[in-house]
C-alpha cells in the first residue's frame, strides 16, 4: 500500500447507523402515490440522470412521516441497486423533501475520514474499483442487484490526508467538467441536425435554387431489398472472430454508421453463396429483427462484408432517389411514423419486405436537390463525430487519470 494511503471495509468509513435501502413491498404500495405534492419519491433514475428534479411520484405528509427514515438529505451517497447497478450520485442541497424507493441505497460516510465526493469518483463507472468488488461478490457469477449486505462488505481505499483527497477531486472534476460540456454541445448540435434533417427531408424547408413538386414513390417499388433467407440460415460456429469478410448483424448499427470493429466474420464460401447480400460503399442497410428500423449508410468499408438475416440491404433501382438521402428519410419522423402505423400500438420485432411495400413517401423531383440535402446533412454528422472523437479522448484522459489519482501511483501532495 502506498504511504499514506489505505484501503479499510465501508463501514469503517460510515457515520454510525449510516447505511439503509429504501422501503420494500407494503411499507410502500402503488396506491400510496400521487402525481403531485410535497413529499416525492426519489428512484434509480434520478441516480442515472444525475437530475433529483425528474419524477413524478409524491407521497402524502402521513405516509412520508411513517418512511421518514428512509428520507435522502442534501450531501447524502446514495447507489442503485437493480437495473445498471451501483449507479452513484450526491444529493444536491436543492432536492425537494422526500424519500428513496427500495432501488436505492443510502450511505451518509464520516467526512472526517473519506469525502463522499472522492468516494463518487472512487466508484465511478469510468473506474475499475467498485465493478472488480462487485464481480468478486457475484454469487454464481451474476449480479442480480445490490444489497444492504452485499455494500457492507465493499472497501474503500483513499489517502487518509483529506486534503489530498480535496486535490484528488478538484482534478477530476475539471476534467468531469471538460467531459460535461462536451457532452451538451454534441446533444446541441444533434438537436440541431435532428431539426434541420426533419425540415429538409420532409420538402417544408427548400434550399435556394431548386423548386417543383416533389413526387410520391413507393419505397419496394423502386428498390431491391435483400437479405439472408432461411436456407442461407448462420450457424452460432460459422460467426468467427476472424475471416474473409465481415459480416453485419443488428447490434452493428451506430449512429448511422457500422462498427466494423464489433463485427464478426464469415468465410469465403458464406461470403460468395449470394452476391444479392453482399455489401458495397454507398448501399444502404436496415434492420429487420430485434430493435427494426436502425438504418446505415455505408460509405467507409475497405473489405468484404456481407448480412446476416436480421438485416435488409436496400439498393435504388430507378431513378427516383438516391441511397444517401433516403438513409436520412429513413432516419427521420417520416420512417418513424410508419412504423409506428405498422404497429398500431403494439411491439414489432420483425420487419417483412411486404411491410415496405406499403411505405410511400414524397422526395424532391431531381436527384441534385436529393444529393445537395443529403450533402448538408452529412457535413452535420461529420462534424459530431468530431466532437464525439474529442469527447472519447477526454474520456480516455479522464481514465488515465483515475487510475494513477485513485491508486496511488501520482500524488497530489
Not at 348 to 361: A, R
Amino acid at each position: 500500500m502506498v504511504n499514506g494511503w489505505v484501503e479499510r471495509p465501508i463501514t469503517e468509513v460510515l457515520k454510525p447507523n449510516g447505511i439503509k435501502i429504501g422501503p420494500f413491498g407494503s411499507q410502500l404500495k402503488k396506491e400510496m402515490l400521487l402525481s403531485d405534492g410535497v413529499y416525492r419519491v426519489y428512484g434509480q433514475e434520478n441516480v442515472y440522470a444525475h437530475d433529483f428534479n425528474i419524477g413524478d411520484r409524491y407521497l402524502t405528509r402521513e405516509h412520508f412521516n411513517r418512511l421518514n427514515s428512509c428520507e435522502i438529505l442534501p450531501g447524502d451517497f446514495v447507489m442503485s441497486t437493480m437495473g445498471t447497478i451501483g449507479k452513484c450520485a450526491i444529493v444536491p442541497t436543492t432536492i425537494q423533501r422526500g424519500i428513496m424507493d427500495s432501488h436505492l441505497i443510502r450511505l451518509r460516510f464520516d467526512e472526517k475520514k473519506v469525502r463522499s465526493d472522492y468516494v463518487l469518483q472512487l466508484f465511478s463507472d469510468q473506474f475499475h474499483y467498485l465493478s472488480d468488488q462487485t464481480a468478486r461478490l457475484a454469487v454464481g457469477g451474476i449480479m442480480d442487484g445490490l444489497s444492504v449486505g452485499i455494500v457492507s462488505r465493499l472497501n474503500v481505499i483513499y489517502p487518509e490526508n483529506i486534503e489530498e483527497q480535496g486535490k484528488i477531486i478538484k482534478t477530476l472534476s475539471e476534467v468531469d467538467k471538460l467531459i460535461f460540456d462536451q457532452q451538451k454541445l454534441i446533444q446541441k448540435r444533434k438537436d440541431i441536425r435532428q431539426g434541420t434533417m426533419q425540415m429538409l427531408v420532409t420538402g417544408k424547408k427548400r434550399l435556394s435554387g431548386f423548386d417543383g413538386d416533389w413526387v410520391k414513390i413507393n419505397l419496394s417499388k423502386n428498390s431491391k431489398l435483400k437479405a439472408r433467407i432461411g436456407w442461407q440460415g448462420l450457424t452460432t460456429a460459422e460467426y468467427l472472430d476472424e475471416g474473409y469478410s465481415y459480416l453485419i448483424t443488428g447490434t452493428d448499427f451506430k449512429d448511422g454508421q457500422i462498427n466494423w470493429g464489433g463485427c464478426h466474420y464469415v468465410d469465403y464460401d458464406r461470403y460468395a453463396q449470394d452476391t444479392n447480400i453482399q455489401v458495397s460503399n454507398g448501399d444502404l442497410l436496415l434492420t429487420k429483427d430485434g430493435t427494426i428500423g436502425k438504418v446505415a449508410f455505408v460509405s467507409d468499408l475497405k473489405r468484404p462484408a456481407t448480412l446476416n438475416s436480421g438485416v435488409f440491404l436496400v439498393k435504388p433501382i430507378t431513378d427516383a432517389y438516391t441511397a444517401h438521402f433516403m438513409f436520412y428519410v429513413l432516419e427521420s419522423s417520416v420512417f418513424k411514423d410508419f412504423l409506428q402505423q405498422l404497429s398500431a400500438g403494439s411491439t414489432i420485432n420483425h420487419l417483412y419486405q411486404k411491410d415496405l411495400v406499403k411505405f410511400d413517401l414524397y422526395v424532391p423531383p431531381t436527384k441534385e436537390e436529393q444529393e445537395a440535402i443529403a450533402a448538408i446533412l452529412f457535413d452535420m454528422d461529420s462534424d459530431i463525430h468530431k466532437l464525439e472523437a474529442k469527447l472519447e479522448k477526454y474520456q480516455k484522459v479522464k481514465q488515465g487519470m483515475m487510475e494513477e489519482l485513485l491508486t496511488g501511483k501520482v500524488r497530489l501532495m
